[in-house]
Each structure stands twice: as C-alpha cells, then as structure tokens.
C-alpha cells in the first residue's frame, strides 16, 4: 500500500500565492517521478506539473512562470509553489506517484482563487 497526503489547500485572492505539499508513505520502492494534477468543476483532470527524482520537471503551459514543482527525495514529498494564483486555477489539486509499482494518487487537497 502506497498513501498519499496533501495539504496546503485553500481560499485566496488572485495574485497571492500557496504551496501545497503531498507527503508518500507506505511500501515505496523505485520512484520514478512525483507530481501534482488538476481538476476543475465539470472539467477533466489535467497534468499541472511533474518532476523525476532526478530533478528534470514539466509544467502545464498555463502554470509557467508562475509554479514551481520540487522534491525531498529523502522525505518522499513534493512540493508545487504557486504564485500570481489567478480564478482559473481553481480545482481540487491531485499529488501524483509513478513507481515501478505503477501510479498512486492522492485523495486531493481544494484551492480556491476568488476576490
């Protein structure tokens, strides 16, 4: 069993900022990568960003420039900083594990922009 735990969800107004955090725990074994998706209202989840244990990472074009993904690879946590938060990033936000075990999701952590 692999569990994964978000936190850092919240109400903000646009232009502030948030860092979420997903914390892996469990039977762990080769991790590939580690990474963060998006659902909005009525819409499908999508990819906001992911990062390898090696460090190489990929963004969402709409999150460039203003969200930064990292990883403890020690502490098997992600990080995604978000910045210049705007109404359009509002979703239930994922944390995401590619393992050689296969992939494990998150029960979601909710971020709100609104004014």
């Known amino acids: 069993q692999v569990q994964l735990v978000e936190s850092g969800g919240g109400l903000v107004q646009p232009g502030e900022s948030l860092r979420l955090s997903c914390v892996a725990s469990g039977n762990i074994f080769g991790i590939y990568a580690m990474g963060w998706y998006r659902q909005a209202p009525g819409k499908q989840r999508e990819l906001v960003a992911t990062?390898?244990?090696?460090?190489?990472?990929n963004y969402a074009d709409s999150v460039k420039g203003r969200f930064t993904v990292s990883i403890d690879n020690p502490k098997s946590t992600v990080y995604l900083q978000m910045n210049s938060l705007k109404p359009e990033d509002t979703a239930d936000y994922y944390c995401?594990?590619?393992?050689?075990?296969?992939?494990?999701w998150g029960q979601g952590t909710q971020v709100a922009v609104s004014s």
């Open positions: 995401n594990l590619f393992s050689s075990r296969g992939t494990h």
């Open positions: 990062i390898t244990t090696g460090g190489a990472t």
